[in-house]
């Protein structure tokens, strides 16, 4: 069934019903808009709660960070904002696939029903055109055929009237004959008239309309649909993320089992642990030894017994609840107590060395990329090196110190001394390499510290033990000869196994199938590094 059949005289109704199915798509994505709004307000005010919460995440050397039951609340906290993605995933889902791919199809629908009904509109008004016309012709075959009546009534009058002349009995059929002529062909043109009317409403009513009717349903028919789906889909955008979603609420269940009371316990034990000795007994002072004492002993002299022991003890507070005043805070931590200053002074050192070796990479990286400017002077001037090469090495010299002081305040606290040292590697005018001790003083090669780690990333031979892991490959992209020391050559296309990244001088490790290892320069490369 369909509605150029049923509904060929409902028109007002079609007209209608389509107008208001247009207004439910509307009234939809309004919806749906205002659904976003609440996701998006939402998704907002967990952000801002989990930051309000999350002051110190960026502070990681925080005491409270080591508690399981702190670290398992910024996990929390980190799920939640989390979770705000989602919940923002869906506005953005819905606004997207609903409220503005409905309104761009609706706009279409409306353009649609537009031309479907001023299609409906045309063919109306040309059967009223016809309708019209066949009106005036009838009216006039009506009018006509009157004439002709009078006037064939008259020539008969005026043929019986004995009193007419001939020719006035003549003059009167001739008119009458002339009325009835044109009363004819009135009637033929009424008849022509009212045949092509009938014609042109019966393609109206069967054929233009029906026609018109059945495409207005098949567009509604299709907006019903497309709302379907965005129904469908209000439900969907929010299911396809509760996967997602429901990650976020394991990992907060998995923070709170995360939680270990014991292990918190020592840590405040670790974090507080004073490394002094519990007070001993205090000893009684026997006042009443003074009343027995000679003559000479109550001399001027100063009394030896345990009223010195009690002058020598009151400097020192043992007591648990006592206030105490803020120490001040110095550089060797003598401040802290014994075992916290072990580690304050371990931890400072670590730091210490971390960046020592940073400059150290930095200044073979410079004294690497000044080798090659010496002997390929086209790549770039060794003179614009200097200052930088100036610069890491008073920076080294200054870490040395620094990681010497350290070490030795970390003795005298009784620590362990266990930290790294380097064998640090500056670079002269000529590009040489001057070895220098940590203390300082110049040191023979061929007789290294035994107590000293020696750190040497980079000799001329690449000799190891062990060959280095690649982290990734290199494809060639230009050609590069590798007459420097230190280089390797390539070729345009060649494969190449990265062993080292830029560490921003420019350059990259590689290695050949066969073991051979060089640098070459970076840019010339594109480098895909293992994941």
């Known amino acids: 069934m369909d509605w150029g059949t049923e509904l060929w005289d409902q028109y007002d109704i079609i007209e209608k019903h389509t107008q208001s199915g247009l207004e439910l798509v509307e009234k939809y994505v309004k919806f749906v808009k205002e659904r976003t709004e609440i996701e998006q307000n939402y998704a907002k005010q967990l952000r801002n709660l989990s930051k309000k919460y999350n002051l110190k995440r960026n502070s990681k050397d925080e005491p409270e960070c080591r508690f399981s039951s702190y670290q398992s609340f910024l996990d929390m906290l980190n799920e939640m904002n989390d979770y705000a993605g989602q919940r923002e995933l869906i ?30 509109k045309k063919a ?15 009216k006039r075959f009506e009018r006509e055929w009157k004439e002709a009546e009078r006037a064939a009534q008259y020539a008969e009058k005026t043929d019986q009237d004995i009193n ?13 004959h002339m009325r009835a002529h044109v009363a004819e062909e009135c009637k033929n043109d009424y008849a022509a008239q009212l045949q092509k009317f009938n014609k042109e409403q019966s393609q109206f009513y069967f054929n233009d309309m029906p026609l018109i009717f059945n495409k207005l349903q098949d567009l509604d028919e299709r907006r019903i649909k497309k709302l379907k789906q965005g129904y469908i889909l209000f439900s969907d955008t929010e299911k396809h993320v509760m996967p997602i979603i429901g990650k976020c609420l ?3 269940t998995k923070a709170g089992t995360n939680v270990n009371e014991r292990n918190d316990s020592m840590v405040v034990i670790e974090q507080n642990k004073s490394g002094f000795e519990r007070p001993g007994d205090v000893e009684f002072e026997d006042y009443s030894q003074a009343i027995n004492r000679t003559s000479s002993d109550s001399s001027l002299g100063t009394p030896k017994g345990p009223v010195d022991l009690l002058g020598k003890n009151k400097s020192k507070n043992f007591w648990l609840f006592s206030k105490r005043s803020k120490p001040t805070v110095t550089e060797d ?5 014994p075992e916290q200053r072990r580690k304050r002074l371990q ?18 990286a ?8 010496e002997k390929n002077p086209q790549m770039g001037d060794p003179a614009s090196l200097a200052s930088q090469i100036s610069q890491t090495s008073q920076n080294i010299e200054r870490l040395r110190g620094e990681l010497n002081k350290y070490e030795t305040w970390l003795a005298e606290a009784g620590g362990r001394g266990d930290t790294s040292r380097y064998k640090v590697l500056t670079f002269n005018n000529n590009g040489a390499h001057d070895v220098h001790s940590p203390d300082g003083a110049h040191s023979d090669e061929s007789t290294p510290d035994p107590s000293q780690a020696i750190y040497a990333e980079f000799d001329d031979d690449f000799e190891e033990e062990e060959l280095t892991a690649p982290i990734g490959t290199c494809t060639a992209m230009y050609n590069f000869p590798g007459a420097s020391e230190g280089t390797i050559s390539m ?11 830029d560490k921003g001088d420019g350059w990259t490790r590689v290695r050949r199938n066969n073991g051979d290892e060089g640098y070459i320069p970076t840019s010339y490369v594109t480098i895909t590094l293992n994941k």
């Open 347 to 364: 931890q400072k050192l670590e730091e210490i060395c971390k960046e020592l070796q940073k400059e150290v990479d930095q200044s073979e």
């Open 91 to 120: 506005a953005e889902n819905m606004m997207m696939n609903i409220c503005i791919d409905l309104t761009k199809y609706l706009q279409e629908l409306k353009q649609e029903r537009k031309t479907y009904l001023m299609e409906a």
């Open 250 to 252: 394991e990992g907060i």
């Open 333 to 337: 931590f003598a401040h802290l107590p």
């Open 366 to 373: 410079l004294g690497k990329m000044k080798d090659v400017y």
């Open 491 to 501: 070729q345009e296309g060649e494969e190449l196994a990265v062993v080292e990244e």
């Open 164 to 176: 007419a002349t001939k020719a006035d009995v003549e003059k009167a059929k001739q008119q009458a």
């Open 124 to 138: 109306q008004q040309s059967l009223e055109s016809t309708y019209k016309q066949l009106d005036s012709s009838k």
